[in-house]
């Protein structure tokens, strides 16, 4: 069975600093990796997907993930955060038959 | 562009009173997709279709039924909306339900239920 944790409920930066959200995955098999995000009141958008091609993986809005299979980790990385990346964040595996399984969602402060 | 279009962005309905949400997409994709997001939630799969062939959660209460007329169009009804059926209903395409598929999303309708 896929299952996918992740590891912090809520982050916060500063304006300028680096972001990390991260994100561990269960799988029996090579996944498929995504993170979404998810502004107030509004759909959740695509960052970046992984589909066993390169490991590291670059995104929208200057945001990548690497997948590490020994670490079984697909953490989300942004060198300098903007006021506008504030939002939720959720790392997704696709099991088979294409249902997504979520993780929790990790809620990214911004501060001036 | 390309897009999944949700109707009304906010839906406000009285307990009991029947409503129907409606999502459109212009991706032509095969697999159309109903997600209820509670506040602070992942998003909970209801159910999908497959072209016309609908695919129901095993978890998905009764009170939810969705209809599909074309490729184009689905429609979520809640027969007898409850106070807890409160929440954003988020509607997702792809091209098929293959493992590397990309779900995308409508902007969701936001529900009240009074």
């Known amino acids: 069975a896929q299952s996918v944790t992740q590891l912090d409920s809520h982050v916060s930066v500063s304006e300028g600093t680096p972001v990390l959200l991260r994100c561990n995955y269960s799988?029996?098999?090579?996944?498929?990796l995504f993170w979404y995000v998810q502004h107030p009141n509004k759909g959740l958008q695509l960052l970046l997907k992984y589909t066993s091609a390169a490991t590291l993986v670059k995104g929208i809005n200057g945001f990548e993930a690497e997948f590490k299979k020994s670490e079984t980790s697909f953490h989300l990385t942004k060198p300098s955060a903007h006021m506008s990346d504030a939002a939720e964040y959720f790392c997704v595996v696709n099991a088979q038959g294409g249902k997504l399984i979520f993780g929790q969602g990790t809620e990214l402060s911004v501060k001036p | 562009d390309a897009m999944v279009i949700q109707n009304p962005r906010y839906q406000v309905t009285q307990f009991g009173k029947p409503v129907t949400l409606s999502c459109s997409q212009t991706l032509n994709h095969n697999v159309m997709y109903w997600y209820q997001q509670k506040s602070s939630q992942a998003p909970k799969l209801l159910f999908h279709?497959?072209?016309?062939?609908?695919?129901n959660e095993a978890d998905t209460p009764d009170n939810f039924q969705s209809r599909r007329p074309n490729t184009s169009f689905c429609f979520l009804d809640i027969r007898s909306p409850g106070l807890g059926d409160a929440a954003m209903y988020l509607c997702?395409?792809?091209?098929?339900?293959?493992?590397?598929?990309?779900?995308?999303f409508g902007p969701g309708t936001r529900l009240t239920v009074l």
């Open positions: 279709y497959y072209d016309k062939d609908f695919n």
């Open positions: 997702a395409t792809s091209r098929v339900k293959g493992s590397t598929d990309t779900q995308y």
């Open positions: 799988s029996s098999y090579s996944p498929s």
